[in-house]
């Protein structure tokens, strides 16, 4: 399985926005700046999260972007879903009769089942941990 970028960019987005000071809020710019991710491409990218309730938004002069809960109350799979949409690895179904292909289509389900676990049980707050030990390669501060 591979991540896609725009959940790759949701991700650091969301941990740059949870490594602010409570209540702080995060201009699009200054977010797109620090992530070197155009405007427009962040601006749709953070509408979509917003709808997921990932993150609350606020406009005018004090606006800006802030996480809607904390990093350890978000899961990976939360975000891979409102940035993707829903979740769909070889998730087919299992054909009858005893060939080799029956069998790899089950473990393909088995597959599908344990990545949708790690991502559910993987948080935004193990993913900034990660990225603080150097085992991330993007720098998610402002």
Do not use: C, N, Y
Not at 21 to 32: E, I, K, N, S
Not at 48 to 65: E, M, T, V
Not at 105 to 125: D, H
Request: proline share 4%; net charge negative; charged share 25%.
């Amino acid at each position: 399985m591979r991540i896609s970028h725009r959940t790759e960019q949701a991700l650091a987005a969301l941990v740059l926005l949870g490594r602010q000071a409570p209540g702080g809020r995060v201009r699009l710019q200054d977010v797109a700046a620090a992530l070197a991710v155009p405007h427009k491409v962040l601006e749709s990218l953070l509408a979509d999260l917003r709808l997921a309730g990932l993150i609350d938004s606020r406009r005018g002069p004090d606006g800006g972007h802030l996480l809607a809960r904390p990093l350890a109350a978000i899961r990976v799979l939360e975000v891979v879903e409102a940035a993707d949409g829903p979740l769909q690895i070889g998730e087919e179904p299992v054909a009858t009769g005893d060939d080799g292909m029956a069998a790899a289509r089950a473990m393909s389900g088995e597959w599908a089942q344990a990545i949708r676990a790690i991502l559910e049980r993987t948080t935004l707050e193990d993913v900034a941990l990660r990225a603080d030990s150097g085992a991330g390669k993007v720098d998610f501060s402002i």
